[in-house]
């Protein structure tokens, strides 16, 4: 266990400095001048040429790399060329957005989920399964800023229970602030629990046509207590892979919902970082979402072994 | 019967309470489409830093009202000495900044020499290239010294980037801004919204508004439902799009069209065989139709022009008339290139609906004289750095925004790659006439000579497309500069 845990370890540290020379290499070759994008059409070259002496981008590449890389060792993620304050403040106020957003969803997505994947395997080929599949599919189908904007009409603009979009902040009290992420949480559950739906169902049809169901069910075990206590832990770890891949997404890839509910999220501020060529901010948050997702993906591996017993004692 | 009575009596009671608070409304939200960067006008070009801070937040010595004229501000009367070289400016007195400290004549020194220091990162410098000394005679009196007459001076000085900090609190504005406007920050939260409130010691007439808020909405999917469930009030332009007729429509809003200073145009790189024909160009002008274009590429609100000049400001010549849509004359001019066969050349379109939806619209108007145009879509940051930086480009199409910039034809070096010593011996003439009828003379003849030369196919003038809601007054009509001036705003029954 401590060498496989070594041995994730050492290959999420080379993924990481992997991923900043690339990140780094990627941003550098965009085309665009930050300089010139803050300054305007008015501004004259020697204005532009001394705003980028300025933000240090006149000195070599590698020495820029090594200062920025060096800079994130010690947890200095630089400051935006734009908005001039440290990048880390700039993330601090949108994971106050997209964490709790993601786990609303996350938890929303579950809780739909697996029930439904649970109902449809045991009723495999019936109706309710038909329906409950058919429903799936929609969702998987269904774009989901179209199924926002339906949400946003019908709730905000018709019936008028929450904003149409926007977020108060939690200074603004936490009912208020969670008001306006429960339609963008739906929005973006429903898609997710469909997927989801349907990755619980086929590994649970597969979990309950092993040998050991039927001999459970052999020796007398109640149908409920073979399906939730021995069938749906072993059908877990694919439930658990997708879940790990649901919720990176759910932290930065939800720009679509952020920008049709106007959310101040991280997605958000990296796709106005990349318009606006603010370098540092992109290539810091970029990094920072890469370190979320390989710890998400250890936290994963460790999951595994806590639902599957087997898994502890190898290597 | 009692407690009916009391209950009934009750809800009249709160009725009323409810009406008058109504009534009494003074908080207000708009909706903007992008962010500033931040907030100072004197640091930056991004329009938003203008629409937030112009007039609400930073004043300069004089403004400019919504139908593009000179009004005083800051600076309650000037004098011109007879040379047109000397303005002395008289202050208000009893200005306070919204930190507290008092503002003075040398606050004026200090904005207009840290504007055009050497080492100045105004994005506006151009306009402060004249002014050769700055003197504060006592602290409510300045006197400004130019290197020559300035026509355009006194509008110069209220435009957004010459505003006047504070030396104090100038650094600082970028995030905390300090001016000496009837409205002052009261907090950012980062890509969601801009708070502020009324400043209760403006030296002025105090605002109607005790709140207003500029939220972000990024999408015009987003800006409809906004608009309609009553979270946003107002947008001073809105990216309506198709939802335009069905918000028309609707009597509690108030729709207004206006005029902006947003010349769009199909630029061409005139320097680029074969574009350095003028033949070509004129070829490329007869082939356009401008009402198709304004159909797909502003809901056919924008107003068609024949010259970089705005329908809406004094001096204007409809030239649109100079080539007519007539597709022979085209052929004929492309003949007379030795180009019957026609062309093709490139044409780099930035993400604004305006220009990728005009932009295939142009495409299929010149394929009918035979040019075959390839689109190339760029995001803003490529379009500056190949389009407007190394001029790599054959065609653009890019709205000019900038109020009164018809001299831009005249900038060495300037993207269009246009040298034509006649017109820019009519912008020097231009820069140095006081006269107002001799600079509108002057003003039509760069316009004619634009219009005939065709260093650019001049489309439409950009529209504004103000919605709010039915019960606001005091909006601007017009966007002479791209402000939301917030000062005259207040609600009605």
């Known amino acids: ?315 | 019967m009692r407690l009916w009575k009391t209950i009934l009596a009750a809800a009249v009671l709160s009725l009323a309470a409810a009406t008058s608070a109504f009534a009494a409304r003074t908080d207000l939200t708009l909706g903007i489409v992008l962010e500033p960067p931040h907030l100072d006008p004197t640091a930056g070009a991004a329009a938003a830093i203008g629409e937030v801070t112009y007039a609400n937040v930073f004043e300069g010595l004089t403004r400019i009202d919504d139908n593009g004229q000179v009004q005083p501000a800051l600076a309650e009367s000037w004098a011109v000495s007879d040379d047109g070289k000397a303005y002395t400016f008289k202050l208000h007195s009893g200005v306070k900044f919204h930190d507290g400290s008092a503002f003075s004549a040398d606050d004026v020194k200090f904005s207009l020499d840290r504007a055009r220091a050497k080492d100045s990162l105004n994005p506006q410098k151009q306009l402060f290239a004249h002014i050769t000394d700055v003197t504060a005679v006592d602290p409510a009196t300045v006197k400004v010294t130019l290197d020559g007459p300035q026509g355009s001076f006194l509008y110069d000085m209220g435009q957004v980037a010459a505003v006047i900090v504070a030396k104090g609190s100038a650094d600082g504005n970028k995030d905390k801004p300090i001016g000496t406007g009837p409205f002052k920050l009261d907090h950012w939260a980062k890509g969601s919204e801009i708070t502020l409130v009324k400043n209760p010691d403006y030296w002025g007439t105090a605002a109607a508004l005790d709140k207003a808020t500029f939220r972000i909405v990024p999408d015009v999917a987003a800006a409809v439902p906004a608009l309609l469930s009553g979270d946003i009030q107002a947008f001073a332009n809105m990216p309506a799009q198709d939802a335009l007729a069905q918000i028309q429509s609707d009597p509690r809003f108030s729709v207004v069209i206006g005029s902006t200073e947003g010349e769009t145009i199909l630029s061409i790189n005139n320097k680029k065989p074969p574009f350095d024909k003028l033949a070509v160009r004129q070829a490329l002008a007869s082939a356009i139709d401008r009402n198709a274009i304004i159909a797909a590429a502003s809901n056919g609100l924008g107003k068609p022009i024949g010259s970089h000049f705005s329908p809406g400001d004094a001096g204007y010549v409809d030239l649109t008339g100079v080539y007519p849509h007539d597709i022979a004359k085209a052929k004929a001019y492309l003949k007379e290139a030795g180009l019957e066969n026609g062309f093709s050349a490139t044409i780099k379109l930035p993400p604004v609906p305006y220009a990728r939806d005009g932009g295939q619209v142009i495409q299929s108007q010149l394929k009918e004289i035979g040019v075959d145009l390839q689109i190339i879509p760029v995001e803003w940051a490529e379009w500056l750095s190949q389009v407007f930086t190394n001029k790599d480009y054959d065609l653009t199409i890019v709205s000019h925004v900038e109020p009164n910039d018809i001299d831009i034809y005249s900038r060495p070096g300037y993207y269009f790659q246009y040298d034509n010593p006649k017109f820019n011996d009519v912008i020097k003439a231009l820069g140095t006439t006081v006269d107002k009828d001799k600079r509108l003379e002057l003003l039509g003849e760069a316009q004619k000579i634009l219009a005939h030369d065709v260093p650019a196919v001049y489309l439409f003038e950009l529209p504004k497309i103000g919605v709010w809601d039915a019960k606001l007054q005091g909006m601007w009509t017009n966007w002479p500069i791209e402000a939301d001036d917030l000062t005259k705003v207040k609600w009605t029954d």
Not at chain 1, 46 to 64: F, I, S
Not at chain 1, 74 to 85: H, K, N, P
Not at chain 1, 276 to 299: G, K, P
Request: charged share 15%; hydrophobic share 60%; glycine share 8%.
């Open chain 1, 1 to 315: 266990m401590t060498a496989y845990l070594a041995k994730r370890l050492i290959i999420a540290a080379l993924t990481l400095v992997l991923a900043s020379m690339v990140v780094f290499a990627v941003m550098e070759v965009l085309p665009g001048d930050p300089a010139r994008l803050m300054l305007g059409l008015n501004a004259s070259a020697d204005q532009v040429e001394l705003l980028r002496n300025q933000m240090g981008l006149n000195a070599p590449l590698v020495l820029r790399y090594l200062h920025w890389a060096g800079g994130l060792l010690s947890l200095d993620f630089g400051r935006s060329y734009t908005y001039s304050v440290p990048v880390i403040d700039l993330v601090r106020e949108r994971i106050a957005v997209s964490v709790p957003l993601a786990l609303i969803a996350l938890a929303l997505s579950t809780i739909i989920a697996i029930p439904v994947g649970v109902f449809s395997a045991s009723r495999q080929g019936r109706a309710g399964d038909t329906l409950a599949m058919g429903a799936a599919q929609i969702g998987v189908a269904v774009p989901n800023f179209w199924f926002a904007l339906m949400l946003i009409y019908l709730f905000a603009v018709w019936l008028r229970l929450v904003p149409a979009g926007g977020f108060p902040g939690w200074g603004a009290g936490v009912w208020t602030a969670l008001k306006s992420l429960i339609l963008p949480a739906v929005a973006l559950a429903l898609p997710q629990a469909a997927i989801l739906g349907r990755v619980a169902r086929s590994a649970l049809i597969e979990v309950l046509n092993e040998d050991y169901i039927r001999t459970a069910r052999a020796k007398g075990l109640p149908y409920r207590a073979v399906l939730w206590r021995h069938a749906l832990r072993n059908a877990m770890i694919p439930v658990l892979t997708i879940l790990g891949l649901q919720f990176a997404f759910l932290l930065a890839g939800t720009i679509i919902i952020e920008n049709v509910f106007y959310l101040p999220g991280l997605g958000r501020l990296i796709f106005q970082a990349i318009t606006q060529r603010d370098l540092i901010v992109v290539e810091s948050i970029v990094m920072l979402l890469v370190a979320a997702v390989i710890l998400i993906n250890l936290l994963v591996d460790f999951s595994y072994a806590i639902v599957d017993p087997r898994l502890r004692g190898r290597q």
